[in-house]
């Protein structure tokens, strides 16, 4: 249900679309409960006022990187954002201190490169574009500071990214932890290569998926 707003004609709304999920346009006519939208793909579609979310028509157009930024959280708000981002790469979007990360369903090895693990190394949590490495620094420096164990829970469907995401959690934390290493290999192989152990172990079954993960330990003793 839509949050109670103050529609008139000319509102700019989102409505509820079978194809596209959400669809922008703008109030042509008001008859009670009943509201004319004009689509900007042309159509003009007649719905309740309930079923129709406020447009913020100032957002920036890249989108905003951290979405408790946003006129209105709502549903459309939220996936125009996150579409917008992607569109020009943007695979990560905060939520407060809540990482959402969307799959580009291609390698991007920029993202991930050691010059940018260097970069987010102690750089506070916002100063730079969101990214994974942000999260698994903040729950580090949080670990020693507090001299606490903590955790990172990797939550979505089947498919989202929920390994790959992880795997570049436990590379940073690699990365933090040293690189010397026994007979040969790096504190970071070793790491990546405990990753089916705790994928035995740790993984649960789950009605969408058989195999489903993922959190993150980060051990106080063991760093
Ligand atoms: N950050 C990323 N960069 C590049 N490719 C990615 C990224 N995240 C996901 N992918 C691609 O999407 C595929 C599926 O991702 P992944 O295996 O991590 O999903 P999952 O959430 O762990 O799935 P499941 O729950 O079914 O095990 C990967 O094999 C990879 O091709």
């Known amino acids: 249900m839509a949050a ?28 009670g409960q009943e509201l004319h939208v004009h689509t900007t793909k042309g159509k003009t579609i007649v719905t309740n006022v309930s079923k129709v979310f406020p447009k913020d028509t100032e957002a920036p157009p890249g989108g905003v990187d951290d979405m408790t930024r946003l006129s209105y959280l709502h549903e459309p708000g939220v996936l125009q954002n996150l579409a917008t981002r992607y569109e020009l790469n943007e695979i990560y979007t905060y939520t407060g201190n809540i990482l959402i990360a969307i799959n580009p369903f291609q390698r991007l090895p920029h993202l991930y490169d050691t010059h940018m693990m260097e970069q987010y190394k102690g750089a506070g949590f916002g100063e730079l574009s969101p990214h994974v490495f942000a999260v698994a ?12 164990s903590n955790s990172i829970l ?15 959690l436990m590379r ?13 290999r790096t504190v970071e192989q070793q790491v990546l290569e405990s990753n089916p152990v705790l994928e035995a172990f740790g993984n649960a079954k789950t009605v969408r998926n058989n195999n489903s993960r993922c959190m993150i330990s980060l051990e106080r003793s063991k760093f």
Do not use: C, F, Q
Not at 137 to 148: L, P, Q
Not at 172 to 184: D, M, Q
């Open 172 to 184: 940073y934390l690699a990365h933090l932890g040293g690189r010397s290493g026994v007979e040969g």
């Open 4 to 31: 109670p707003v103050n529609i008139i004609v000319g509102s700019h709304v989102w409505v509820e679309d079978p194809a596209l999920a959400w669809i922008d346009g703008e109030v042509t006519r008001i008859n």
């Open 137 to 148: 620094d903040v729950a580090y420096r949080a670990m020693i500071n507090e001299g606490k």
């Open 154 to 168: 990797v939550s979505g469907e089947s498919g989202a990214g929920k390994t790959e995401t992880t795997k570049m």
